[in-house]
T-cell receptor, first 112, second 114 residues
Framework: KAGVTQTPRYLIKTRGQQVTLSCSPI?????VSWYQQTPGQGLQFLFE???????NKGNFPGRFSGRQFSNSRSEMNVSTLELGDSALYLC???????????FGPGTRLTVL | AQSVTQLDSQVPVFEEAPVELRCNYS??????LFWYVQYPNQGLQLLLK??????LVKGINGFEAEFNKSQTSFHLRKPSVHISDTAEYFC????????????FGSGTRLLVRP
């Protein structure tokens, strides 16, 4: 079974731009969660989607948003990028919210 | 709110020596516990998990962990490490109160020296 895939793997953007990251979960998994990893704050939960609905949300500003499609693929969008948004963004999928989460390789976003 | 503490930011150890990476969590209510490993420029790989049942959990690559409810700990151990075990290790907890989102510790860098 293929694992979680994330595209693109690397992104460079400038302040003020917006960016969209994509995540394809393991086949059959309906829950997709997003995490931000930075050296200063560590791993922080962004949000979780299940069956196209946001189930859970972390403490991030409204510039961070996401969505999930009927095939369980998910995208996250960050608008008006700031330097502090530079991070590794990790996507994880699971059968349901309470099940074990399996992570993708991440997207490394650099904001200049 | 749930929190996870990994007291050791870095653990240096010689090859073939045993190692223990410590993890404590804040709440004693019913929790799920996980250890993930992250190699450079990669995502998180699940090492092992505790959901219920036996308190000694065995994972991949020879790692094991013991759930101790009274001490709210979930320490990771390996009897003999290899150079290839050099990586960042994250302890995580989830529970119903947090809607099962993963709450991570700050990570422990395991540095295996020849």
């Amino acid at each position: 079974k293929a694992g979680v895939t994330q595209t693109p793997r690397y992104l460079i953007k400038t302040r003020g731009q917006q960016v969209t990251l994509s995540c394809s979960p393991i086949s059959g998994h309906r829950s997709v969660s997003w995490y931000q990893q930075t050296p200063g704050q560590g791993l922080q939960f962004l949000f979780e989607y299940f069956s196209e609905t946001q189930r859970n949300k972390g403490n991030f500003p409204g510039r961070f948003s996401g969505r999930q499609f009927s095939n369980s693929r998910s995208e996250m969008n960050v608008s008006t990028l700031e330097l502090g948004d530079s991070a590794l963004y990790l996507c994880a999928s699971s059968l349901d919210s309470a099940d074990t989460q399996y992570f993708g390789p991440g997207t490394r976003l650099t904001v200049l | 709110a749930q929190s996870v503490t990994q007291l050791d930011s870095q653990v240096p150890v010689f090859e073939e020596a045993p190692v223990e990476l410590r993890c404590n969590y804040s709440s004693s209510v019913s929790v799920y516990l996980f250890w993930y490993v992250q190699y450079p420029n990669q995502g998180l790989q699940l090492l092992l998990k505790y959901l219920s049942g036996s308190t000694l959990v065995k994972g991949i690559n020879g790692f094991e962990a013991e759930f101790n409810k009274s001490q709210t700990s979930f320490h990771l151990r390996k009897p003999s490490v290899h150079i290839s075990d050099t990586a960042e290790y994250f302890c995580a907890v989830s529970d119903l109160d947090s809607s099962y989102k993963l709450i991570f510790g700050s990570g422990t860098r395991l540095l295996v020296r020849p």
